[in-house]
């Protein structure tokens, strides 16, 4: 079982920056990928970014390129979000979710079914 919890959600104007936080308890955090995922009101549930069990690989879904970078603590068992010239569009409940490594299976995977633990979700709001 792991236990995910996230923190560092909040207002913010567009064009400014946040920093989620997702803490990880139970399991060999390493054992794990981990992702980002967004839902906004009315929308499904959608990826936003993963990265692998080492933190050598990274993936990120098009609209948040060259704005977002996930990265991880494997020490300190968190995983990182950090959001910069952030936008209305981003506004949305942050999820991160971690992901059993399986030999074969590709290190940033970006499905929510192969996600196996989530965390509660921390709201971020972007105003205009």
């Known amino acids: 079982q792991v236990l995910l919890i996230e923190s560092g959600g909040g207002l913010v104007q567009a064009g400014g920056s946040l920093r989620l936080s997702c803490a990880a308890s139970?399991?060999?955090?390493?054992?794990?990928?981990m992702g980002w995922f967004r839902q906004a009101p009315g929308k499904e549930r959608e990826f936003v970014a993963a990265?692998?069990?080492?933190?050598?690989?990274?993936y990120y879904t098009d609209s948040v390129k060259g704005r977002f970078t996930i990265s991880r603590d494997n020490a300190k068992n968190t995983v990182f979000l950090q959001m910069n010239s952030l936008k209305p569009e981003d506004t949305a409940v942050y999820y991160c979710?971690?992901?059993?490594?399986?030999?074969?299976?590709?290190?940033?995977?970006?499905?929510?079914?192969?996600?196996?633990?989530w965390g509660q979700g921390t709201r971020v709001t972007v105003s205009s």
């Open positions: 139970g399991r060999a955090f390493s054992a794990y990928a």
């Open positions: 990265i692998s069990w080492s933190g050598g690989s990274r």
């Open positions: 979710a971690a992901s059993r490594v399986v030999a074969g299976t590709i290190p940033t995977p970006i499905g929510i079914s192969e996600y196996d633990y």
